[in-house]
Every structure is written in structure tokens, then in C-alpha cells.
């Protein structure tokens, strides 16, 4: 369990080209807010792939909604697998 958090904090830099109007907007705001700078890149990197996944995750369902109709019920899987 030690092992998993310790992996679970490691932290690496991560370096990217990015114009400097955005980057200087980011260092003002974080500045004027008291965030620190690196803590407000990670969560709002975190907070865009959650954003991509759920997109992800709509577009499959919507794409499998047409085949729930062949999908069997979760009664008969079981008795199908004897469980």
C-alpha cells in the first residue's frame, strides 16, 4: 500500500511549448489567487482529460444504443455462465 501512494505522488516535469500570452495569463492569475503555479497546470490538465474521456464515454453510447436490443438480459448471462 506504501509502495502505491509513494508511486501515486512521484512527480515528473513535464515540458511544453505554449504561447506566451497564455503562460503569462497563467502566472497573473495563479499570483493574484495564491495557487501555485505547477498545482493549477495539474488540474486543469486533469480536469481536460476527464472532459475528453466523458466525451469518449458518450460517443460509445451513443454509438452502442442501437444494440441494446440484441444485448441479452443480466438473468440469462448468468445462467448462461452458471453463476
Known amino acids: 500500500m506504501l509502495a502505491l501512494k509513494q508511486k501515486e505522488m512521484a512527480k515528473t516535469t513535464l515540458a511544453v511549448k505554449i504561447e506566451y500570452k497564455v503562460a503569462a495569463r497563467v502566472r497573473k492569475f495563479c499570483q493574484e489567487r495564491g495557487i501555485k503555479y505547477g498545482f493549477f497546470v495539474e ?17 460509445d453510447l451513443k454509438t452502442l444504443h442501437k ?14 455462465r452458471s453463476v
Request: hydrophobic residues 35%; aromatic residues 4%.
Open 67 to 80: 444494440d441494446e436490443s440484441l444485448a441479452a438480459s443480466l438473468e440469462d448471462y448468468l445462467k448462461n
Open 43 to 59: 488540474k486543469a490538465l486533469e480536469e481536460r482529460l476527464e472532459r475528453e474521456e466523458l466525451k469518449e464515454d458518450l460517443l
